[in-house]
């Protein structure tokens, strides 16, 4: 196996991430967009957008695999952000780079890799937009035009920023050796402790700007019923479609929280009380009309949703933090 060497401007690479503040946050609907599409569009097993940082990478989104992030000397990521063009492997098993990748000979079982370099403002290779099949193939020109042209939108995200203020301040203010701590490694959202640490700064936020938040509850009835009939490993999907229609339907600024695999909680900032009940409507119809595709078995998930809304002048009632706490419980 070949280790991805490391680009001259690594240090300059490292610094461009911090400062793009994306390195242990939550997935966004914004590249989960692009990840899907890419993943439809081309029939392929997994689709991601990864940033290559320090001696891992970080999926912002990802699509087809049940992972945050891997380590950086196994990436195949690793080799695509050291060229400026897209990297493209028919066969992995016949490459001699990668025929003995441990993504190649185990795991998702790699054989087809195509990735392209994100670059910032700057010129930076931060990351890639990649996607990968078990099944060899090589793509043809039109196939390789439409994957630059969804590398581009990738880029116009990345430039465009888009997390709350209250998060990029939780993310400014968080050591790493924290953060990593507040991501569910296999959801892609707040776990626990992150969603704590987030709710409290949403609602000192909404009572400094005196505006309203709306908290909504996502159970699903039906989890234990379906991992035991499709295993382990399907209750992990559900969990994450899941977590991705919520991401779908809120707004940007909202924030997804998991309390068990089949409970997530929701958190939008300044959400009028009006627009609580036509944000529930959304949810609803957006899983009574989905369902998952899971190794091409169709599952549908039986899931409630409720929410409440909190004006500034209710929070003020009680203390945050039991407010806070009241909302873990």
């Avoid at 990521?77 to 003995?100: K, T, Y």
């Avoid at 993504?103 to 937009?129: C, E, S």
Wanted: net charge negative; proline share 5%.
């Amino acid at each position: 196996m070949q280790t991805p060497e490391l680009p001259a401007n690594e240090a300059e690479r490292n610094n461009a991430l911090d400062e793009l503040g994306l390195i242990y946050t939550p997935a966004e609907a914004r590249f989960d967009r692009i990840t899907r599409l890419v993943k439809r569009h081309f029939g392929m097993d997994a689709a991601l957008v990864s940033l290559v940082y320090k001696d891992m990478q970080w999926f912002k989104s990802v699509q087809g695999l049940n992972a945050c992030s891997t380590s950086r000397d196994v990436s195949f990521c690793g080799h695509v952000i050291l060229q400026d063009l897209m990297f493209e492997i028919p066969d992995a098993l016949e490459d001699p780079r990668f025929c003995d990748n441990p993504l190649v000979i185990g795991g998702p079982k790699v054989r087809f890799y195509a990735g392209v370099p994100l670059k910032d403002k700057q010129g930076l290779n931060l990351g890639t937009l990649c996607m990968f099949s078990s099944i060899p193939r090589s793509l043809d020109h039109e196939e390789r035009r439409d994957f630059m042209e969804f590398a581009a939108l990738a880029e116009l995200e990345l430039e465009r920023g888009g997390i709350s203020p209250v998060v990029e301040d939780l993310v400014s203010q968080t050591p790493e050796s924290r953060r990593v701590m507040m991501i569910d490694p296999i959801l892609g959202t707040w776990n626990r402790l992150g969603f704590k640490e987030l709710a409290t700064r949403e609602c000192q936020a909404a009572l400094m700007g005196e505006y309203g938040l709306g908290i909504f509850n996502v159970k699903i009835l039906n989890f234990d019923e379906l991992q035991t009939r499709f295993g382990t490993q399907r209750g992990v999907d559900i969990s994450r479609y899941a977590a991705s229609v919520c991401r779908e339907q809120m707004s940007p600024i909202g924030s997804v929280g998991s309390l068990g695999q089949d409970h997530l909680i929701l958190l939008v900032p300044r959400l009028q009380q009006g627009d609580l009940s036509l944000l529930l409507d959304r949810l609803d119809r957006a899983f009574a009309g989905g369902s998952l595709i899971s190794q091409s078995v169709e599952i549908q998930p039986q899931v409630v949703v409720t929410g409440l809304h909190c004006s500034a002048e209710a929070l003020q009632s009680r203390s945050v933090s039991q407010f806070v706490d009241s909302l873990l419980h």
